[in-house]
């Protein structure tokens, strides 16, 4: 499955983004998708996760403001991001694996990364 995030730019502190995670060469829906973000100088650091069926789980530093949701029929996720915060500046990688129980690392497929610049 080959994965192109999409959806990041230079948002003022407070504002939202949507990302999007395009699919192509297999159906989403096989796969348990995940977005995950690299700070500079920093190790990447999983953000949400979404199972088949819908399930999520969410870094705990990040439950109240990001929706991970996906659209098989798109296929398509999608992270939504609100009220952003400097430290939301990163780059944003989605990544597939075929498990059927959540991972918070370890996913077998990526996507390349969007960059999200948070301004204060």
């Known amino acids: 499955v080959q994965l192109q995030a999409s959806g990041g730019g230079l948002v003022q502190a407070g504002g939202s983004l949507r990302l999007s995670c395009a699919a192509s060469?297999?159906?989403?829906?096989?796969?348990?998708m995940g977005w995950f973000r690299q700070a500079p100088g920093k190790e990447r650091e999983f953000v949400a996760t979404v199972t088949r069926s819908g399930g999520t789980r969410y870094e705990d530093s990040v439950e109240d403001r990001f929706t991970i949701s996906r659209d098989n029929a798109k296929n398509t996720i999608y992270l939504q991001i609100d009220n952003l915060k400097a430290e939301d500046t990163a780059v944003y990688y989605c990544?597939?694996?075929?498990?059927?129980?959540?991972?918070?690392?370890?996913?077998?497929?990526w996507g390349q990364g969007t960059q999200v610049t948070v301004s204060s």
């Open positions: 060469g297999r159906t989403l829906s096989m796969y348990l």
């Open positions: 990544a597939a694996d075929p498990s059927r129980r959540i991972k918070t690392g370890g996913y077998s497929y």
